[in-house]
C-alpha cells in the first residue's frame, strides 16, 4: 500500500514516519498542496492524505480515478474541502472523526481567556518594558451566559470546561444531545442572550455565512465571538462592520474564510493581498491564529494512528469505520 501525502510540513512526519512503518506502508510526503497542478504526484499511489485547505474538486478526483488510486485519507476531522458527491463509485473517503476535541476546545477557551484579558497585547507590552496597563482592563467569565453552537465532541469538551467557570450555558444544535446538562434554544435566542458566543459546528451549505449582519445585529453588545470550527462560518465583511460598530470586546478567529494558501505558511515577506485579513489584523481586539487548535502532540499522534488505522482499511477494501459519503 503506497500513500502520497499532500502538503506535509515536518511536524507530520514525527508520528507518521515511524507508525507508517509499523503499519507496513510505504509513504511520500510532498511539501506541494494537493491541487490540479500536483495531483500527479499521486500516480502510482493507492491513496492520497490529505489536511484541511486541500481543496479536493470533482476533476481531481476523475484524475486520481484514472491514475488508480482507491481512496482520500483526510487527517482531519471535516470534509467540506472535498467533493465528495463527485467521489461516490470513484474513490473512497476517509477520514479521522475524532482525535482530541479536548485538544481544540482547550484552545478555543485560550482564545477566549487571551481576549478577555488581554494578555496578548499584555506580552507585547512587557517586552519593551512598557508595564502600563492602561487598556487592558478585562472582565470576569464566571456569571456570564454562553452560546454554544454544535454541541458534538468539541463543543462537548468545551461546555465541560466551562462549567467550571460557573456560567450559564444556552446551547443550539438541530440534534440536541438531552444528556447535556445545557440549556436549548433557538439560534436567534441564543444570539441575542449570549456574553460568550463559541462555534462548533462544521461548515455545511446550511451553516456557511451563520454569523452574518442579521445574527451580529441579534448580539449583545460587547459580546466575544470564538471561532475555532470553520472561517466561512462568519462572513468577514459582517464581522469587519460589527467590529468598527464596536459591537464586539474580544474576537478569537483560528479560522479565516480565505486561509487556504497563507495559513500554515510563512508569508511573512510578502505583500498581503486579502484586504480583509488584513484589516482583521489591525484590530487590538481580534486575535487571529493560523488554524492550530487541532496542534498537540496527543492530538497529532491520533490523527496519525487514526490515518493508518484507514489506510489499513482502505487495503483490505473495507468495512470502513470512518467512511465519508
Ligand atoms: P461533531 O460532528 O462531533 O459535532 C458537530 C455538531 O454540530 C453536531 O452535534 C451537529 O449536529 C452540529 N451541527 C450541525 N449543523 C449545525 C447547525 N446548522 N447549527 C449548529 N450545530 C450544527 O464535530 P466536532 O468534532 O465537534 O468538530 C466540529 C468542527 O470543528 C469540525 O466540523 C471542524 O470544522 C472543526 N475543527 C477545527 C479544528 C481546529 O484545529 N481549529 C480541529 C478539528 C475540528
Redesign the pocket.
Known sequence: MKIVFFGTKPYDRVWFEPLSKEYGMEVEFVESKCAEKSIILAKGADAICVF?NDKITASMIDKLYEMGVKGILLR???F?NVDVKAAKDKLVILRV???S?E??AE?ALTMLLTVNRKTHRAYTRTRDFNMSIQGLLGTNIQGKCVGV?????????MIKLLKGFSVEILA????P?EKLDVTYVS?EELMKKSDIITL?????E??KY?INKDTISLMKDNVYLIN???GALIESNALIEGLLNKKFAGVGL??YEEEAGVFFEDRSDDIITDENLARLTTFPNVLITS?????TSEALEAIARCTMENAAELEKNGPYTNEVK
Open positions: 484541511v482531519c476531522a471535516g467540506n472523526p475524532s482525535y476535541p485538544a481544540v484552545y453552537v454544535g454541541t458534538g465532541k468539541i463543543g462537548q469538551a443550539y444544535d438541530p440534534y444531545n439560534l462548533h459546528c462544521p461548515l455545511t446550511d451553516t451563520l475555532t470550527s470553520r483560528d479560522v488554524h492550530m487548535g487541532f496542534f
